[in-house]
């Protein structure tokens, strides 16, 4: 299995509304990233987890919560989102080193409303 | 600060018409440059990484190349099918996470 599995595809969701995004990954990679793609703009990195440990969070606001329940998995918890958070959210996957490159899921578009 | 640059925005070919993109980039330490193909509405898909200056990997029309200050995708005889944004990306050597540059939208008409 070489691919990183994201789902929902798409979701809609009011600003009062809490919903996960969840992303699976079954290649043994050890890092796994949360990244925000905005129309015709490149991808923003949002959070790292190395060995299902938070290493890096991007500023991002805290109605933004990663969980790592396993190595295989990472969610995306959304809480109180705005309209200006609506964007394709990616997750990722890289062998501890990253020097094989990253392997992205197809990505969630997620809708504000 | 660690930066990507990629030209042109936006390039637009005849079918069987080469050329090349650009990335050019500043950074503290270079592990690894990326690049990637994105459809509309999809995820990046892995073309190639190269570590080194002089190194060059090729995959069907594609050829990347490495420089020690920009790297280039020559696209040899397109067709409309490798119409995509294609994402130029680097890691530093704190190894933390791509830097990706804007990109640049290849189009190929027939």
């Known amino acids: 299995d070489t691919e990183v599995t994201q789902t929902p595809k798409h979701l809609v969701m009011g600003m009062t509304n809490k919903k996960s995004l969840k992303c699976e990954q079954h290649m043994g990679h050890r890092a796994m990233y949360w990244y925000k793609q905005k129309a015709k703009k490149p991808p923003e990195l949002m959070f790292v987890y190395s060995y299902e440990k938070l290493s890096i969070n991007e500023s991002v606001p805290s109605r933004f919560s990663p969980e790592c329940p396993n190595s295989s998995l990472l969610n995306l918890h959304l809480h109180a989102l705005q309209p200006e958070d609506s964007a394709l959210y990616l997750c990722a996957s890289s062998q501890d080193g990253t020097d094989y490159g990253y392997t992205f899921g197809s990505g969630t578009r997620l809708t504000v409303v | 600060e660690d930066q990507v640059t990629q030209s042109p925005e936006a390039l637009r070919l005849q079918e069987g018409e080469s050329s090349s993109l650009n990335c050019s980039y500043t950074v503290s330490g270079l592990r690894g440059l990326f690049w990637y193909r994105q459809d509309p509405g999809k995820g990046p898909e892995f073309l190639f990484t190269l570590y080194s200056a002089g190194e060059e990997k090729e995959k069907e029309r594609l050829k990347a190349t490495l420089t020690k200050k920009e790297s280039f995708l020559h696209i040899t005889a397109p067709k409309p099918e490798d119409s995509a944004t294609y994402l130029c990306?680097?890691?530093?050597?704190?190894?933390?996470?791509?830097?990706f540059g804007k990109g640049t939208t290849l189009s190929v008409s027939s």
């Open positions: 990306a680097v890691i530093n050597q704190a190894g933390t996470a791509l830097i």
